[in-house]
Every structure is written in structure tokens, then in C-alpha cells.
Nanobody
Framework: QVQLVESGGGLVQAGGSLRLSCAASGRTLSRYGKGWFRQAPGMEREFVAAISWSGGSTYYADSVKGRFTISRDNAKNTLYLQMNSLKPEDTAVYYC?????????????????WGQGTQVTVSS
């Protein structure tokens, strides 16, 4: 099993930036397809970005394309989400997820492992 722990959330003004991290333990994260999801109060969890286990493919939700970048550092066993030009509608709890030897999946049901989430709040 792989354990995932997110960090890097916080309060930021609209137009600002944050970088979320998802540190893995227990297994080598490089063997997992990985994704970021978010959930705002009263809303369903929604897909944000995904990267295949090889790192060769990435996929973004239209709402974040051009503003967010998903990446990973295999040496640090960590997944990242760089978020630029943040908007108030980006406010949510952000979760990282992983699937063993997975590709790029936008459906949360595809993922087997989840972190506990980190809060991102964007003020207007």
C-alpha cells in the first residue's frame, strides 16, 4: 500500500499562487498513476489534473488548464500541483490520489489510494 499526505494549502488572494505537495510513503510513487481532485462545500469531488505512472501523459480539467501544472519528483517520492492565477472558485479541499501503474484518469473511482486533503482558500 501507499500512504499519501498532502500539504501546501492555505489562504491566498485572487491572482496568487500556491504549490501543493503530496508525499508518499510505503511504496514508490513512480509506479502509480496520480491525480489531484478537489471538493468545495456542498459540491461533489471533481477532477483537477492527472499524470500517468510514466510521467509521459498529463490531463487537466478545462477549468484549470493553463493555470495549474501537475508534476512529480521521483527522487522525493512526491507529487506536486502548481497553481497560478488562482480564482475564488478554486477554493476547495484538494486531494491527491494514486492507482498502481495507472494512466491518466479523470474518474475518481479509478483511484485506489487517497490522501486526507489540504484546504485551499482564495479570497477575492
Amino acid at each position: 500500500q501507499v500512504q499519501l499526505v498532502e500539504s501546501g494549502g492555505g489562504l491566498v488572494q485572487a491572482g496568487g499562487s500556491l504549490r501543493l505537495s503530496c508525499a508518499a510513503s510505503g511504496r514508490t510513487l513512480s509506479r502509480y498513476g496520480k491525480g489531484w481532485f478537489r471538493q468545495a462545500p456542498g459540491m461533489e469531488r471533481e477532477f483537477v489534473a492527472a499524470i500517468s505512472w510514466s510521467g509521459g501523459s498529463t490531463y487537466y480539467a478545462d477549468s484549470v488548464k493553463g493555470r495549474f501544472t501537475i508534476s512529480r519528483d521521483n527522487a522525493k517520492n512526491t507529487l506536486y500541483l502548481q497553481m497560478n492565477s488562482l480564482k475564488p472558485e478554486d477554493t476547495a479541499v484538494y486531494y491527491c490520489a494514486a492507482k498502481y501503474y495507472g494512466g491518466v484518469y479523470y474518474d475518481a473511482k479509478e483511484y485506489d489510494y487517497w490522501g486526507q486533503g489540504t484546504q485551499v482558500t482564495v479570497s477575492s
